[in-house]
């Protein structure tokens, strides 16, 4: 049975940071794109950054720069490091695997497998 969980969600103040992390099993990931995605409250579930099979990195422009996504594949871990934290990035967070192209890798019908996601909420 393949299962993604999130864990590392919270509450955080403007400009902190937060490092979420998503435990893989049931399958071998290694070839799959491993995604990060977030769905706020009356929004569509939108792109966050994606690792590629072999190492290739994808970022949404509004996280550029403040989040890292880092990848185990010895421990078929996936990691988020949010810094710079705005009220905008409250969200439940999501973690995702499938095997988009490298033009579908922001689009969230791509991913055939998904986590049950993780809050987190951005405020003072």
């Known amino acids: 049975q393949v299962r993604l969980v999130e864990s590392g969600g919270g509450l955080v103040q403007p400009g902190g940071s937060l490092r979420l992390s998503c435990a893989a099993s049931?399958?071998?990931?290694?070839?799959?794109?491993m995604g990060w995605f977030r769905q706020a409250p009356g929004k569509e579930r939108e792109f966050v950054a994606a690792y590629g099979s072999t190492g290739n990195l994808y970022y949404a422009a509004s996280v550029k720069g403040r989040f890292t996504i880092s990848r185990d594949h010895a421990k078929n871990m996936v990691y988020l490091q949010m810094n710079s934290l705005k009220p905008e990035d409250t969200a439940v967070y999501y973690c995702?695997?499938?095997?988009?192209?490298?033009?579908?890798?922001?689009?969230?019908?791509?991913?055939?497998?998904w986590g049950q996601g993780t809050q987190v909420t951005v405020s003072s």
């Open positions: 995702a695997a499938g095997l988009p192209t490298q033009s579908r890798v922001t689009s969230a019908n791509d991913y055939s497998y």
């Open positions: 049931g399958r071998t990931f290694n070839f799959y794109v």
